[in-house]
C-alpha cells in the first residue's frame, strides 16, 4: 500500500520555525518529483514547493520563497519542508504529494500520490 505520512506540524508564533517531514512508503519515490502544498479554511489548495528527483532542482511560490526550503533524502525516502520566518497567513493544513513523472510541476492535479496533511498555526 502506498503512503505518504506526514509530521512536524504544530503551533508557533510569527516569526518562529517548524520543520515537517513526509515519509514515503509502499514505491521507490525516487524517481518522483515532490511538492508541498497547504490549504487554508475556507481556501482552495495551493502549491507551496516543489522538488525534483534528485533533489538538484526547487522551485517555490512566491509567498513562502527566501523562508522556506524544500529538500529530499532518497536513501530515506524522505522530504522534508523547513520554514522559517512563519506568519499568520502561512496557517494552514500542509500536504506533501508524489507526482510519477520527471518535470517539476505546481499544478496539483499533476501528482499521483498525497498524504493526509499536517496542521501548521502560526500565532500572531
Known amino acids: 500500500q502506498v503512503q505518504l505520512v506526514e509530521s512536524g506540524g504544530g503551533l508557533v508564533q510569527a516569526g518562529g520555525s517548524l520543520r515537517l517531514s513526509c515519509a514515503a512508503s509502499g514505491r521507490t519515490f525516487n524517481t518522483d518529483v515532490m511538492g508541498w502544498f497547504r490549504q487554508a479554511p475556507g481556501k482552495e489548495r495551493e502549491f507551496v514547493a516543489v522538488?525534483?528527483?534528485?533533489?538538484?532542482?526547487?522551485y517555490y511560490a512566491d509567498s513562502v520563497k527566501g523562508r522556506f526550503t524544500i529538500s529530499r533524502d532518497n536513501a530515506k525516502n524522505t522530504v522534508y519542508l523547513q520554514m522559517n520566518s512563519l506568519k499568520p497567513e502561512d496557517t494552514a493544513v500542509y500536504y506533501c504529494?508524489?507526482?510519477?513523472?520527471?518535470?517539476?510541476?505546481?499544478?496539483?492535479?499533476?501528482?499521483?500520490?498525497w498524504g493526509q496533511g499536517t496542521q501548521v498555526t502560526v500565532s500572531s
Open positions: 522538488i525534483s528527483w534528485n533533489g538538484g532542482r526547487t
Open positions: 504529494a508524489a507526482a510519477r513523472r520527471p518535470t517539476m510541476t505546481k499544478n496539483p492535479t499533476d501528482y499521483d500520490y
